[in-house]
């Protein structure tokens, strides 16, 4: 007898005839996730298994963050012995109260008692054992699991993973990670379906402290921990920023960094092999989100730019930032790039031919190349 992690997947079921590919993925990350704890994984009976890890609690944390993982259960493993079966089912219910019920599976069908003879016997001996409880097959409080397979599987709870598709079958693509609270949930989102996703900070140094760099390669290690790791790109923006301050007209200022900071996005995203932008607006948040504003960002790159909390209210993100991990890091009170030269009346209706001709005062492309030179990139985990 021994203590094992059941893990189920979600959608990677659906996937016909990659599943294979898809099932191999969710396995690696898995053992990935878990081997530096001792975790032993493998494959049996279209149900992943983990066991010896040195810590269950710890193992089941990991677990539960690895995308494509719909939920674990800590399972007893034993041998098909209907005496220690039904022993154990009673151990496992005591101190519960409420209703329960006994959910039982025999994919064996050498075990002797089908499924609901199981249910009605183990049913009747945990009753028998504890006569406060009740059985309640409908809404009960507590499912006592029994699946006979290869070995005796006995599972009580079930812990929600994160679900979404294993890391690594979605593609590449690039996050533009500021410090804030949207563009880390904006980049879970995506990594989510299985989508490797780097990050491209923008750094204004000096306007822009070490701690705040600091912040958001803290951020990306938390993002890390749902991918295995993370690579971020630090580009230093303040050249362009100070050279948009100086030449362009002040009520723009926004709009033109943000088509700067695109325009290099995609340089750096096309030489790292990605696919895709991804970024954290959301319409009408603040001026440079616009629906005007977010069109004139959009006509400076040609990649697919991959906008994922569009449409959602502030509380709505910052509700997932919570959840995922990210909140906490992302309130810390550093400056941003954008906040440091933030224009008094920012244009919230801004004209393409306005921008393409303030942007005509600076030298674009030297101004870019030399930042996609400069930019440097770090592996956080
Ligand atoms: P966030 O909470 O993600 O910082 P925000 O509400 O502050 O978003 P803006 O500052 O307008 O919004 O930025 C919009 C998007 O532009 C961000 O979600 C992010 O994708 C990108 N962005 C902004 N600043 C930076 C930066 N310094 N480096 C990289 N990307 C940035
Ligand atoms: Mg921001």
């Not at 696919?275 to 959009?298: F, K, N, P, R």
């Not at 004209?351 to 030399?370: G, H």
Request: with cysteine; aromatic share 6%.
């Amino acid at each position: 007898m021994r203590d094992v992690l059941l893990v189920r997947f979600g959608e990677v079921h659906l996937k016909g005839q990659n599943r294979p590919y898809f099932l191999r993925k969710l396995v690696s990350n898995v053992r990935r996730a878990v081997e530096d704890i001792g975790g032993h994984v493998w494959l049996a009976d279209s149900r992943i298994y983990v066991s010896q890890a040195q810590d269950m609690a710890q193992c089941i944390e990991r677990v539960c963050k690895v995308f494509g993982v719909h939920s674990v259960s800590p399972a007893v493993e034993m041998d098909k012995d209907y005496e220690a079966i039904a022993a154990q089912c009673v151990e496992m219910m005591r101190g519960k109260t409420g209703s329960f019920k006994v959910n039982a599976r025999r994919s064996d069908k050498r075990f002797p008692m089908d499924s609901m003879v199981l249910q009605r016997e183990l049913g009747g001996r945990i009753l028998e054992a504890m006569p406060h409880l009740k059985v309640d097959v409908h809404k009960p409080d507590h499912v006592m699991s029994v699946e006979i397979r290869d070995f005796a599987y006995l599972y009580v709870d079930e812990v929600m993973g994160v679900g979404g598709m294993p890391m690594g079958t979605g593609g590449r693509a690039a996050l533009l990670l500021s410090g804030g609270i949207d563009s880390p949930v904006a980049g879970w989102s995506i990594m989510k379906r299985g989508v490797q996703v780097q990050g491209i900070h923008f750094h204004s140094f000096p306007y822009t402290s070490e701690r705040a760099k600091q912040k958001v390669l803290d951020l990306a290690a938390i993002m890390g921990e749902y991918a295995g790791n993370m690579l971020v790109h630090v580009v230093p923006f303040t050249e362009i920023q100070l050279a948009i301050h100086e030449k362009c007209p002040d009520e723009l200022g926004t709009v033109l960094m943000r088509r700067y900071m695109m325009r290099i996005a995609q340089r750096l995203a096309q030489k790292n092999r990605c696919q895709a932008l991804i970024t954290g607006e959301s319409i009408g948040q603040v001026a440079s989100q616009t629906m005007e504003a977010l069109v004139c960002t959009d006509q400076v790159v040609d990649m697919p730019v991959f906008r994922p909390l569009i449409g959602m209210d502030k509380l709505e993100i910052m509700d997932i930032a919570r959840k995922i991990g990210t909140y906490e890091t992302s309130i810390q009170p550093f400056e941003d790039c954008c906040t440091v030269f933030t224009p008094r009346h920012p244009c919230t209706k801004p004209k393409i031919e306005d921008l393409i001709q303030a942007e005509q005062a600076l030298d674009s492309e030297a101004l870019i190349q030399k930042a996609v030179e400069e930019t440097q990139s770090v592996w956080v985990k």
